[in-house]
């Protein structure tokens, strides 16, 4: 988790931008800070300094050793934080991940008589395919592959709507 690079999301060599605000930043922090009284921070748990020391930046960060009813665990904290649970048997794994509010929510139209999400099980190996984000499949709106798929790095093509006509 060191050498994830914070940055400018747009530059090439950022691993990870700043988080949506400053009030963000500062309640991942109240989270991570709150944990180091029952858990362990093995890395990060602080923002950076230097020239992003002022924006809304987080290090990732690695938690230990939090109990399963704690707060670090049963919170969507929604940044870079990721608290690490031991378990034994996949049987013992999945009846932790359901043991949180934010299990995995049921299907479309299926109703549960807890107002609990649904309960998550074992999936079945996928017969074949992949999905992939990476930064090389991106495509511009254009269509156009780029090493970035983002506005800032894509060509523009004028709409039909937008060009001038010139009768």
């Known amino acids: 988790m060191d050498s994830v690079r914070l940055g400018d ?15 963000q930043r500062d309640r991942v922090a109240g989270f991570v800070d709150r944990a180091r009284g ?22 990732p960060t690695l938690i230990t050793g ?16 990721l608290v690490a649970l031991p378990f034994d048997t996949d049987d013992e794994g999945i009846e932790l991940a359901n043991d949180t ?3 995995s ?3 479309p139209g299926a109703a549960t008589s807890t107002g609990r ?15 992939t984000t990476s ?20 060509r523009r093509t004028p709409s039909r709507s937008t060009r001038r006509s010139s009768t």
């Open 66 to 81: 939090a109990a399963q009813d704690s707060e670090v665990v049963q919170s969507e904290i929604f940044g870079p934080v």
């Open 101 to 103: 509010p934010t299990a």
């Open 135 to 154: 930064r090389s499949s991106a495509r511009c709106p254009t269509g156009e592959p780029g090493p970035r798929a983002t506005e800032r790095t894509c």
């Open 105 to 107: 929510p049921p299907p």
């Open 117 to 131: 999400a649904a309960p998550l099980g074992r999936s079945r190996p996928a017969a074949s395919g992949s999905t």
């Open 9 to 23: 999301p747009f530059a090439p060599d950022t691993d990870l931008g700043p988080l949506i605000s400053h009030a």
């Open 38 to 59: 029952y858990a362990t921070v093995v890395t990060g748990g602080e923002g950076p300094g230097g020239d992003l020391e002022d924006g809304a930046y987080y290090r």
